[in-house]
Each structure stands twice: as structure tokens, then as C-alpha cells.
């Protein structure tokens, strides 16, 4: 499927921050764009771009931390044939591609001090030098930078040049993180479970049942918008029944019983583990905290709903076979058949 760079959420939070970006994008200013992981910073960027009076120049991507810290300067301001060992002819940077257009500098924080020089001086001065040459070339390019880290903090501690930091932060675009973006989940998960039933091919789209309404609610999406994107089509292509709601969400695809568990080496283990006539117990894990058993006042009320939420999720993710479902919980088909009676869950 092609990407769509589209904007989908209706929070105050997320239209506000969009709205900021719509405003900074007439003004021939660097702007830094600062969100965590996934929560949409390079679409910030190329609005930027697309609704700014270079629309019709070049829009060039460098995610800095991707790059060796040798390599990043000859990266951006080019290098000259023989400048260091391997280059062997003339490299145009990426400043010069991006010449009378854009330049959006992904993971700003992870620049080396000798890059944000150079840096500051094309912000500065509007020029750059190739590695191995002395002679400065003008170039017209805007910056947008992106980066998760806190760059004034960075600065109080000498690991960001302040100067740079004062000359980038003209405006300041912040993006909320998913999970202060109320009522966007739902949102988004229908849009990302739509177009995926669209590369599907689904004759319809049936939409999300209770279960997996409930948990996208709950989950906290530390990746955002990306991690949805993942975990909705995930859902949908592993669901593969367009004639039900998509009731069965997977957060963690590594989670299995089958996962691998890491050995310790018999370095790392206690001395009196080592010993060849006595076999070591194996270490009790501390009971994790329950807290909402604190609040349980009905004894029997609570151990009836929460037998229920056994059920229900039992039942989804053996996409409603009774028979699997009855299996994966030990149970005989007449056991079950009689829970889901007393519950209320046959259909």
C-alpha cells in the first residue's frame, strides 16, 4: 500500500500542535519539532515544507543518529575527492541537494560536536564548505530539525551547543503523545483498520468489538502512532473475518510460551550454585502487586466478573470455537458450555 501522509485525530492537543506548524510553515525560519518516537515528527516536516513557499523545491530527510559519527559531516556539507581515505571523487551534500528547498534533520540530538559547528555556521551565513576544501559555497536552505531529546537540558550540560540551539528554536513544535490525545485511538485504529482491509481485500469492514475496544483504551501506546499502526493492522490481517468484528489484539508479537529465555553463564551464578554435589533451589519471585484487589467490597461479585473476563478473552482469541476455546482453558465442552450459560455469553 502507498504511504498517505494524512493527518488523522479531532484532540485539541493534536490540532493545535498541527495548527502551529501551519502557521510556522509561511515563515522562512528553521523550526524544531520535538515528540517521542512515533508520534509523527517527519509528517510535521514535509507540512512544513508542502504549505511553505518552497513547495515546489526539494525536501531532503538525514535521520543523523543513523549516520557514523565520521561519516555525518562529509553527509551533510559534502567532501572533495581525496579529503580521507575512500573518497575517491567529488560528493555533493546533503545541504547542496536540499538547495532552494528543505532539509529535515532527524534525531538532531545525536549530532557530534564538530557537526553542530558547521551546523551553526550554514544556519548562521547560509554556507557551507565540503571536507577537504577551502572554499565556502552559498546555499539557500531551510532546517527543520526533529529530535525526542530535551536539547535545553543538553545545553545546560555542554552536550548541545547553546548558540545552535537558539538559532534552530525560532518556533518550537511540540506533538502530544498518543495517550494525551483523548478519543484519538479510536480514531485512528478504525482509519488504519479500514485501509488494511482494504489491502486485504475485505468484501466490508466490520470495526472492533468490546474486547478490543477496551483494550486499545487501556494500552498506554509508549510508540505511538507508529506502534498503533503496527498493532491495528497486525490485528486485522491476523483476524482474517470480515463477517465479525476484529475482537483479538496483539501488543507484544514476541510474547509466546515458546520464547527463548536467556541461560545465565555459570560465571554469573552464585558460588554455592556451582557446587557439584548440591543441586540450588530455585529463587522465589516476589507475588506482584494487585492493587485493584484493594478495592474488591464483594467477594463473590468480583470472582464472578472477573471469571467472565476469563471467558470473553478465551473466547476471542479462539475466534469464538467453543471446542478450541474449552481446550485452552481445561476445561470439558460441557464445563464451558455451562459457564458461558451462567455468564450470558451464548450467542
Known amino acids: 500500500m502507498e504511504r498517505e501522509n494524512q493527518f488523522v485525530g479531532e484532540s485539541g492537543a493534536f490540532l493545535d500542535a498541527v495548527e502551529k506548524a501551519s502557521r510556522a510553515a509561511t515563515l522562512d525560519r528553521p523550526v524544531l519539532v520535538i515528540g517521542e518516537r512515533g508520534t509523527g515528527k517527519e509528517l510535521i516536516a514535509e507540512r512544513l515544507h508542502r504549505l511553505s513557499m518552497r513547495w515546489d523545491g526539494p525536501l531532503v530527510t538525514l535521520n543523523c543518529a543513523a549516520m557514523p559519527e565520521t561519516l555525518i559531516e562529509a553527509e551533510l556539507f559534502g567532501h572533495e575527492a581525496g579529503a580521507f581515505t575512500g573518497a575517491t571523487k567529488n560528493r555533493v551534500g546533503r545541504f547542496e541537494e536540499a ?3 528543505t532539509l529535515f534533520l532527524d534525531e538532531l540530538g545525536t549530532l557530534s560536536s564538530a557537526a553542530q559547528e558547521r551546523l551553526l555556521r550554514a544556519v548562521e551565513y547560509g554556507e557551507i564548505t565540503r571536507i577537504g576544501s577551502s572554499r565556502p559555497q552559498k546555499v539557500d536552505v531551510r532546517i527543520v530539525a526533529a529530535t525526542n531529546a530535551d536539547l535545553p537540558k543538553m545545553a545546560d550540560e555542554g552536550k548541545f551547543r547553546a548558540d545552535l540551539l537558539d538559532r534552530l528554536s525560532f518556533e518550537v513544535v511540540t506533538l502530544p503523545p498518543l495517550r494525551y490525545r483523548e478519543g484519538d485511538v479510536p480514531v485512528l485504529a478504525d482509519y488504519f483498520g479500514r485501509r488494511m482491509a482494504a489491502e486485504l481485500e475485505w468484501e466490508q469492514w466490520p470495526g472492533f468489538g468490546q474486547l478490543a475496544s477496551e483494550a486499545l483504551a487501556r494500552h498506554q501506546w509508549p510508540g505511538n502512532v507508529r506502534e498503533l499502526r503496527n498493532v491495528i493492522e497486525r490485528a486485522v490481517y491476523q483476524w482474517g473475518d470480515y463477517t465479525r468484528a476484529v475482537d483479538h489484539i496483539v501488543f507484544d508479537p514476541f510474547e509466546s510460551p515458546w520464547k527463548p529465555k536467556e541461560m545465565p553463564s555459570r560465571q ?3 558460588v554455592e550454585t556451582q557446587s557439584t554435589d548440591e543441586k540450588a533451589e530455585p529463587a522465589l519471585a516476589a507475588p506482584s502487586a494487585e492493587p485493584e484487589f484493594a478495592a474488591v467490597d464483594d467477594m ?9 473476563r476469563i471467558l470473553e ?3 476471542a482469541k479462539s475466534r469464538y470455537n467453543q471446542r478450541q476455546t474449552a481446550k485452552a482453558l481445561n476445561l470439558t465442552y ?3 458450555r455451562h459457564s458461558l450459560k451462567r455468564h450470558d455469553l451464548l450467542g
Do not use: C, I, N, R
Open 300 to 308: 463473590k461479585e468480583a470472582v464472578e466478573a472477573f471469571e467472565k
Open 99 to 101: 538547495d532552494g528547498g
Open 268 to 270: 554469573s551464578l552464585p
Open 313 to 315: 478473552a478465551a473466547l
Open 334 to 336: 460441557d464445563q464451558l
